[in-house]
């Protein structure tokens, strides 16, 4: 009897370790793809923006990551569909920034 529950911990102890492992090896490959993403983006950033505004897309990657993320996205579509020709610069960043920033605001009013 002692040795069925033994036997049954063991197996348990087993089981949980084989699905702690492949939890941690799946999250090891989602890490890596996103990294692998990011690396592609930060590429075609540098292909398709002036350094001037690759410089002002980081610092609005540090104020507001979810914007830059969402500009970074549109640039690359934009690029992949063959619609940006030349670099950009720093006034049509500033642009595009103004266009997607109006676009994803929320207004909030508090009535009293």
């Not at 002036?50 to 410089?55: D, G, K, L, Q, V």
């Not at 720093?90 to 009535?111: H, N, P, V, W, Y």
């Amino acid at each position: 009897m002692a040795e069925d529950i033994e036997e049954i911990r063991r197996r348990k102890l087993m089981e949980l370790q084989k699905k702690y492992l492949e939890q941690q090896k799946a999250q090891e490959e989602a890490l890596k793809r996103e990294m692998e993403l990011q690396a592609q983006i930060e590429a075609i950033m540098r292909k398709i923006l002036t350094p001037e505004a690759r410089e002002r897309l980081g610092r609005v990657k540090l104020v507001k990551p979810e914007l830059a993320r969402q500009v970074e996205l549109v640039l690359v579509q934009l690029y992949q569909a063959g619609q940006i020709r030349e670099p950009i610069d720093d006034a049509k960043l500033k642009r595009i920034l103004a266009q997607i920033d109006a676009r994803t605001r929320r207004e909030f009013r508090i009535k009293w």
